[in-house]
């Protein structure tokens, strides 16, 4: 095949679905902690902020596993990697079904995320080069593995989680994890000509000047935006679990809510994605931005059951969109070549903010009894995101402006 051959072929879409399906088996680890959080704080007696640190490590694991695994994509390609983090996604879990105290099944929580990663920004980065002109609906296919596993497996191990633990949970995952990940890996071996990145390169190259900003400036404002965002996204999908529990309703109810946000955010991101071919990545990004800001405000006068099932649905279809939108920013205004490396300190971002966020809701319930000033604390960081993408919008279209102008 020839260069212009291959973006957007149908070997682009097989590639494509096998990468999905690692997705949706590689990011379980970013949720399975979630719903045993309950479990988790019974049986080491740990408040909510301390329960709260296995997933806060893992999003921290989760976050450098992203620029690190993005790098080594960029160096050795996806199947290499793939098999690496294979075996350290089994590794964490093996070992945190031995951890006997709340500060070692945190640490081993740092290992799972660190190869959970690889699930997430890398299969992002290698899907975006063989994809031009449908690139925003296949990002955001391949971000959809990250929900579509928060979405399918809470619920499919419940059952295991309810007869036997945590524990047993955790075994099966490991067990699944080396079964699926690495046969499919091996699918991926084909590697994208170097002539390939030239018309992807032009492009971005166009974008960047337009926008009056270095490659690195826009970096680290992207990387900002996201911590804002991000700190607000993880209220409702960490703590939603142990919300529903403090309401009354259970962890049963609240796994459902869960898998019910993740499957709007699905939705979401495709949605996103087909309308990011039209629109860009910037305009999609701050859309989602504000659509979340609306749901975090409809959290604060509804806790019924049937409320908090429709406000939850609402907050997945708001927000889903937003952090796939990231990486199509950065494919859409950076050199191609830096692609792994770029899109994963970005994704780094993100996930520190889901970290961070996740955190400080648990400490603000421990202080307060309620999770009401959480959501409010999520609102206003929402904010912030909000400002920086407005920023480098009018940034963007001013520099256009004066471009035509002189044209």
């Known amino acids: 095949m020839t260069a212009p051959q291959i973006h957007d072929s149908r070997y682009s879409w097989l590639r494509l679905l096998v990468t999905l399906a690692i997705a949706t088996v590689a990011n379980v680890g970013m949720w399975a902690v979630i719903v045993i959080l309950p479990a988790v704080e019974v049986e080491f007696g740990a408040g909510r902020a301390e329960a709260s640190m296995p997933y806060t490590l893992t999003m921290v694991g989760f976050a450098l596993g992203n620029l690190i695994i993005g790098r080594l994509v960029d160096r050795v390609g996806v199947t290499l990697a793939l098999n690496g983090a294979a075996l350290v996604i089994a590794a964490g879990y093996a070992l945190s079904v031995l951890a006997p105290s709340i500060t070692v099944l945190s640490l081993t929580h740092l290992l799972l995320g660190l190869g959970t990663a690889v699930g997430f920004g890398p299969l992002i980065a290698d899907i975006s080069h063989w994809?031009?002109?449908?690139?925003?609906?296949?990002?955001?296919?391949?971000?959809?593995?990250?929900?579509?596993?928060?979405?399918?497996?809470?619920?499919?191990?419940?059952?295991?989680?309810?007869?036997?633990?945590?524990?047993?949970?955790?075994?099966?995952?490991?067990?699944?994890?080396?079964?699926?990940?690495?046969?499919?890996?091996?699918?991926?071996?084909?590697?994208?000509?170097?002539?390939?990145?030239?018309?992807?390169?032009?492009?971005?190259?166009?974008?960047?000047?337009?926008?009056?900003?270095?490659?690195?400036?826009?970096?680290?404002?992207?990387?900002?935006?996201?911590?804002?965002?991000?700190?607000?996204?993880?209220?409702?999908?960490?703590?939603?679990?142990?919300?529903?529990?403090?309401?009354?309703?259970?962890?049963?109810?609240?796994?459902?809510?869960?898998?019910?946000?993740?499957?709007?955010?699905?939705?979401?991101?495709?949605?996103?994605?087909?309308?990011?071919?039209?629109?860009?990545?910037?305009?999609?990004?701050?859309?989602?931005?504000?659509?979340?800001?609306?749901?975090?405000?409809?959290?604060?006068?509804?806790?019924?059951?049937?409320?908090?099932?429709?406000?939850?649905?609402?907050?997945?279809?708001?927000?889903?969109?937003?952090?796939?939108?990231?990486?199509?920013?950065?494919?859409?205004?950076?050199?191609?070549?830096?692609?792994?490396?770029?899109?994963?300190f970005v994704m780094m971002m993100t996930i520190l903010g889901m970290a961070l966020g996740g955190w400080m809701s648990g400490w603000i319930y421990d202080v307060t009894g309620s999770y009401q000033l959480a959501f409010i604390n999520g609102i206003l960081w929402n904010g912030l995101n909000i400002a920086i993408l407005l920023l480098l919008l009018l940034r963007s279209r001013s520099a256009q402006n004066a471009t035509t102008a002189l044209s």
């Not at 911590?227 to 403090?246: E, K, L, R, S």
């Open 131 to 344: 994809f031009i002109k449908r690139r925003g609906i296949a990002v955001a296919l391949v971000a959809s593995g990250n929900y579509l596993s928060g979405a399918i497996w809470p619920t499919a191990l419940s059952g295991i989680l309810a007869e036997s633990g945590w524990r047993s949970v955790y075994l099966t995952l490991a067990l699944v994890t080396l079964v699926v990940l690495m046969p499919l890996s091996l699918l991926l071996r084909r590697r994208l000509p170097a002539t390939a990145h030239e018309t992807s390169a032009a492009a971005s190259a166009l974008n960047a000047r337009s926008s009056g900003l270095t490659p690195r400036q826009l970096q680290w404002l992207l990387g900002l935006a996201g911590i804002g965002c991000c700190v607000a996204m993880a209220m409702p999908q960490v703590h939603i679990v142990a919300y529903c529990v403090g309401l009354g309703y259970g962890p049963a109810v609240g796994a459902e809510m869960l898998s019910l946000m993740l499957l709007g955010g699905v939705a979401s991101r495709i949605i996103s994605g087909l309308l990011a071919d039209r629109l860009g990545g910037v305009v999609i990004l701050l859309a989602g931005s504000v659509l979340q800001c609306i749901a975090l405000f409809l959290y604060l006068p509804y806790d019924g059951m049937i409320s908090l099932y429709m406000v939850s649905l609402v907050f997945g279809l708001a927000q889903g969109g937003i952090v796939p939108s990231y990486a199509l920013v950065v494919r859409e205004y950076m050199p191609p070549r830096e692609a792994g490396a770029r899109v994963g």
